[in-house]
């Protein structure tokens, strides 16, 4: 697990890097269960096909939130994030398809204080990345986080 990163760790430049993950078609089922979002190309192999992909792929929002999920299991913001203050610039370059492996490549861009003591805004642009490089999601996160606590 990476160290705890409190705003006064938040270092723009810094870069991060999750174990990988491989993606199966349950993973797109499971998906489409939760959010009631079944468009063919994510549920109907020959659909997809006939729309120009190898198979099934997953969806654009899934891959976004993989990116959540695959920081969470970094365990570097577990105390010290209070908020997600929204997504800019995302970006959908490839598709993934069940059985790739993604990781994600979290790169920090930018803080500053916020007039509220004891917190900060910073910015974070995480990469969903497949094993031969291709980036499959990316976007910048802004994220409200503590400063580091006094007994810490």
């Not at 993604?102 to 861009?109: K, N, Q, S, Y």
Request: proline share 7%.
């Amino acid at each position: 697990m990476t160290p705890q990163v409190w705003y006064d760790d938040f270092v723009p430049g810094t870069v991060l890097t999750s174990a990988p993950r491989r993606i199966e078609l349950a993973d797109i089922d499971a998906y489409a269960r939760l959010t009631g979002e079944a468009h063919p190309v994510h549920m109907d192999e020959e659909f997809a096909r006939a729309a120009g992909f190898p198979g099934r792929i997953t969806h654009g929002l899934f891959n976004l939130a993989l990116i959540e999920g695959l920081k969470a299991t970094l365990g570097c913001f577990e105390r010290s994030v209070i908020a997600s203050l929204g997504w800019n610039d995302v970006k959908f370059p490839a598709p993934l398809l069940p059985g790739e492996e993604v990781h994600l490549r979290l790169e920090f861009v930018d803080r500053r204080p916020t007039r509220t003591p004891g917190r900060g805004l910073a910015t974070e642009r995480g990469f969903l990345v497949k094993a031969d490089g291709t980036v499959v999601v990316s976007g910048d996160h802004v994220i409200l986080l503590l400063n580091r606590p006094e007994d810490e």
